[in-house]
């Protein structure tokens, strides 16, 4: 064997192939991935599709389109009347503003206090955690329906200030939507996991240069975890968003209610199948706005804070 040939075969020893399975398929194998990404666009983007194009259309139409693909085509006679409808057989305004604000006040406070505690149990070493944070995971094994009375009756115990006295009762109120869900368990256990992911190092350094918890939480922790904020934002908006059963338990006046109360309005009397289209179109958009501003981070979140087996 020459020198050259030698020197080929130490090349062909060296050379690594890459793992077929990590590239991406291509050609004919590419088919059956396009088909099921097809499949579930269609699955989860049609119901959207028949929402807001029925949103344009008269109540006789919708139900004429209903036996075809026109359904889901914006064709025949649109109208805006079912948008003009909404504002005028509702308080839409009132319930938009209302529902912004309970679910901004859930979201922003819920971050604070849920990223606290999981900071405490995941950096803190503190005796006992784990149990801790086993209780708190049980509790997501109970369904909201079993707590309802019972959160109802504390809630309607509790002193409230309505700005002149103390009164009995947080009832017909913003704090009754709020203040329930501000703790969340699943939050709590998110960023909990994203902590543990983050060096301990850092705080060691941050120790020896003289910061404290609080110091080490705000500054070193807290600017690492964008992509966890992010995720549990989005899951802390929706529910307090689409929040219906506890609203219409513990509100009465239109001052108070949310937007997914207002929807039984349109089902009393004449029932408007295109207003209610309408209606949910436009509280269908924030939830939309939100997901897609965040979609990036929601995914590294849940890549980067997955359940460690």
Do not use: C, H
């Amino acid at each position: 064997m020459t020198a050259l040939d030698a020197q080929r075969a130490d090349v062909d020893l060296l050379d690594v192939t890459p793992n077929p399975r990590k590239r991406p398929p291509r050609g004919w194998r590419a088919v059956p991935v396009l088909t099921l990404k097809i499949v579930l666009a269609l699955v989860f983007g049609l119901p959207l599709v028949f929402m807001i194009v029925s949103s344009f259309k008269p109540d006789l139409q919708i139900f004429a389109d209903l036996g075809g693909p026109q359904a889901f085509l914006p064709v025949g006679d649109l109208t805006f009347d079912n948008y003009t409808g909404v504002f005028e057989r509702v308080p839409f305004a009132q319930f938009l503003t209302n529902s912004i604000l309970i679910s901004v006040v859930t979201v922003v406070v819920g971050l604070v206090v849920n990223s606290m505690a999981a900071f405490a149990m995941s950096r803190m070493r503190l005796p006992g955690r784990k149990v801790i944070l086993g209780v708190i995971l049980a509790t997501l094994i109970v369904p909201f329906e079993v707590m309802a009375l019972p959160m109802l009756w504390w809630v309607n115990q509790l002193p409230y200030f309505d700005g002149t006295e103390f009164v009995q009762g947080w009832l017909d109120t913003y704090a009754v939507q709020i203040v329930p869900f501000i703790a969340n368990a699943f939050s709590i256990f998110l960023f909990y996991q994203y902590f543990d992911s983050i060096p301990r190092e850092l705080d060691e350094a941050a120790r020896v240069d003289g910061a404290g918890w609080f110091r080490i939480y705000r500054s070193i922790v807290m600017p690492l975890a964008g992509p966890a904020l992010a995720t549990a934002a989005i899951l802390t908006f929706l529910p307090a968003w689409n929040q219906y059963l506890w609203p219409l338990m513990v509100t009465q006046s239109e001052s108070v209610r949310p937007v997914m109360v207002g929807i039984d309005y349109f089902k009393q009397l004449n029932v408007s199948w295109g207003q209610i289209m309408a209606y949910a179109s436009i509280i269908t958009v924030p939830v939309l706005a939100l997901f897609i501003a965040f979609q990036r981070s929601f995914v590294n979140s849940i890549a980067s804070s997955g359940v460690k087996g």
